[in-house]
């Protein structure tokens, strides 16, 4: 289905910053967008978290964690508010919003905790949010994204964010990410942060890149799930060809073509039989279905120019050249 933007109901516009569209429709909830996309048409002015609760429909709450949210996301900027009205937050929609946040304490008041697994009690928990602002954001913005924390999932945020150095927004990207693929278990979510720390992805553009190539992936493997008709996920040995595959740049048309020859010869799915038919594909620089079909057809043109029909020993032949190309 194909849409048209009605141009002529335009009146008065305003700018929505890029990095909202290429990295965050898929990572805010409803009412984080429609909180940002308000304190966009107000910007300039200052709003209390309750004039943006009746203008959106979320409550105040909502509204306020919405703001701290874009605020670590660095789409939205700060500024003070008057003494004595409860202002979340107001913005300048960031302009310089692709640049990563630089984190005020990056070390809690210079002490080193145990590792999380050594499981910090709730009163070591309190004395490090009392400690840091990082912390207290952290859990804040998590919380609105996971729900309530455990003692658990606070340990582990104390662990990316202390022990595998990964600043505030990062780790905020993360939680937004792995919450996004419906991943919230703190195992999987640390296993993520602790590749990310690894890789040195750790500002919000390396964080946002990395997301880019997982979804890319996914897409890939859900494209090759579809084509092979499979109901289950792969195994890791069928993941770790997939992976080839796709640093390789094969289509999911052209692998989809290599599974229809898999199925004609064995009659079975089976990733090393494909996987061999695609490497010797490359090799003969056939890169498309287009190129694989063109290289049969022209075979077939060639030994049929002459009779208009192969005898057994052509038929024989044929099989063996085209074979080449299976495996």
């Known amino acids: 289905m194909e849409f048209k933007v ?12 890029s990095i909202v569209a290429d990295n965050f429709l898929k990572l805010a909830t409803g009412e984080q967008i429609k909180v940002l996309l308000y304190l966009l048409r107000c910007s300039g002015k200052v709003c209390t978290d309750e004039e943006i609760s009746a203008n959106t429909g979320v409550t105040a709450s909502e509204a306020e964690e919405a703001v701290l949210f874009w605020q670590q996301a660095n789409v939205l900027s700060p500024v003070k508010a008057s003494k004595g009205n409860r202002i979340s937050s107001f913005m300048n ?8 946040v630089i984190s005020e304490e990056h070390g809690i008041k210079q002490q080193s905790l145990p590792d999380h697994k050594t499981n910090l009690s709730g009163k070591e928990i309190a004395a490090i949010m009392n400690d840091s602002q990082d912390i207290r954001e952290l859990f804040t913005v998590t919380e609105n994204i996971l729900g309530t924390l455990k003692n658990s999932q606070m340990n582990s945020i104390i662990w990316m964010y202390d022990h595998l150095g990964l600043k505030k927004e990062v780790i905020i990207t993360l939680i937004s990410y792995c919450a996004s693929s419906e991943k919230t278990n703190t195992a999987y979510i640390e296993k993520v942060a602790s590749d990310w720390a690894e890789k040195e992805i750790n500002t919000l ?3 946002q890149d990395e997301i880019q190539r997982l979804s890319s ?11 092979f008709e499979m109901s289950r996920r792969p195994t890791t040995k069928q993941s770790e060809l997939i992976n080839q ?3 390789e740049g094969f ?15 064995i009659d079975k799915l ?3 039989y494909i996987n061999k038919i695609l490497l010797s594909w490359k090799d003969s620089g056939f890169t498309t279905v ?13 030994k049929g120019a002459s009779s208009g029909e192969k005898n057994s020993t052509d038929i024989e032949e044929y099989k063996s050249v085209i074979n080449k190309f299976l495996y």
């Open 6 to 17: 009605n141009c002529g109901i335009w009146g008065a516009m305003f700018g929505v910053p």
């Open 245 to 247: 595959w796709e640093k």
């Open 205 to 207: 553009a390396a964080a």
């Open 270 to 272: 089976n990733f090393d």
């Open 93 to 100: 929609a960031a302009a310089s919003a692709d640049k990563p």
């Open 251 to 265: 289509s999911i048309e052209l692998i989809r073509y290599a599974y229809e020859k898999t199925i004609e010869r």
């Open 217 to 227: 992936s996914k897409d890939y493997i859900s494209g090759i799930m579809r084509a």
């Open 290 to 302: 287009k190129a694989v079909q063109s290289a049969e057809n022209n075979y077939k043109k060639k």
